[in-house]
């Protein structure tokens, strides 16, 4: 059987996600690498591979998807020896993981990640400085989305499902530790939430710090240039 491949940057909230539960549960996979910031996934090559030019991507024996939920949720389906958990078979179970999934598109990740792209990338990538009241938008709309995961999502919860890990779970912890990129701590003042965060790390260990080692290599560079960018004020 042809090795599945899987395009991926690990600076990408749901590649993370995907490389995790890849490691976690033993699945054999070729990885291919991009490099995010260099345009790798502008190129004609990979455009042929997905022409929304978006990681990650999986080629399972020439069957190639390319979004993330699908993704997790295809091999879940169609590995054996995955865990019932990760996406149940019941329909009701499993119907609760599909809640959560469909709630983060307009929450957890597109507060997440448009706050990281303005706050760190944007400046990263153009050595300007980001827009204050923008961040600011940006910053209070994320806020209200991290409350209410540990005031509604994680109430007398172990995980935001129910009492075990699923998808809902490595997707979300990779989009709220992207935050950390500019030294925003997600998890001050949210108890429910932090320990939820030590209960999935614990249990993904050590693919989890393994792929979140990127998190503390962007802070450095963002504080870098940050005190450059002030500095020139």
């Known amino acids: 059987m042809t090795q599945l491949k899987l395009y991926y940057d690990l600076i990408s909230q749901p590649s993370r996600a995907i490389y995790i539960f890849l490691k976690k549960n033993n699945i054999l996979f070729e990885g291919k690498t991009l490099n995010l910031f260099q345009g790798d996934h502008y190129s004609s090559s990979f455009e042929s591979i997905n022409p929304f030019k978006r990681v990650p991507v999986i080629d399972d024996n020439g069957f190639i998807l390319t979004e993330s939920v699908a993704i997790l ?22 119907a609760r993981v599909d809640e959560y999934l469909e709630w983060q598109h307009t929450n957890t990740r597109i507060c997440c990640a448009n706050y990281a792209r303005q706050k760190v990338f944007d400046p990263l990538i153009t050595g300007k400085s980001p827009n204050e009241k923008s961040i600011f938008n940006l910053e209070k709309k994320m806020i209200n989305t991290l409350n209410e995961l540990d005031q509604i999502w994680l109430k007398n919860k172990q995980f935001l499902c129910g009492d075990t890990l699923s998808i809902a779970d490595i997707l979300a912890t990779c989009e709220i530790e992207q935050t950390k990129m500019s030294g925003f701590d997600p998890f001050v003042g949210r108890s429910a939430l932090l320990q939820w965060k030590f209960r999935v790390q614990s249990f993904l260990n050590p693919y989890y710090d393994e792929a979140h080692n990127i998190i503390q290599e962007m802070y450095l560079k963002y504080n870098k240039i940050e005190k450059n960018l002030q500095s020139n004020l």
């Not at 996406?87 to 499993?94: G, R, S, T, W």
Request: glycine share 0%.
């Open 73 to 94: 949720r295809y091999i879940c389906q169609t590995r054996p020896n995955i865990p019932d958990h990760y996406f149940p078979k019941d329909l009701k179970l499993q």
